[in-house]
């Protein structure tokens, strides 16, 4: 059974930081993409960030560009979103997501994490 267990979210002001964790365990290809995506109320999901297995191919959405850092620890199975400069519109529902590629498209995924709250005040 696979589970993509995401962490460290919370309430913060503008101009914070957060890191983000998604621990996954029972992937049985290990190769896996891992990315996150955010889903704000009444708006839809977003890829803000995504890597390949091996690291070498990442992607992030201009949103978040040069203030967020994903990477990943694959003897831990586990991925991180570093977020610096928080800003109130980064507020939003952020989940981990597992597939077998690079992409921004949430379709490209199989696996899901529950999701963490994260909260920016202006």
């Known amino acids: 059974q696979v589970q993509l267990v995401e962490s460290g979210g919370g309430l913060v002001q503008a101009g914070d930081s957060l890191r983000l964790s998604c621990a996954a365990s029972g992937l049985s290809e290990s190769r896996y993409s891992m990315g996150w995506f955010r889903q704000a109320p009444g708006k839809e999901r977003e890829c803000v960030a995504a890597?390949?297995?091996?690291?070498?191919?990442?992607f992030y959405s201009a949103s978040v560009k040069g203030r967020f850092t994903i990477s990943r620890d694959n003897t831990k199975n586990t991925q991180y979103l570093q977020m610096n400069s928080l800003k109130p519109e980064d507020t939003a529902i952020y989940y981990c997501a597992a597939g077998l590629s690079v992409t921004r498209y949430p379709g490209g995924y199989d696996y899901w994490g529950q999701g963490t709250q994260v909260t920016v005040s202006s």
């Open positions: 890597i390949s297995w091996s690291a070498f191919e990442i």
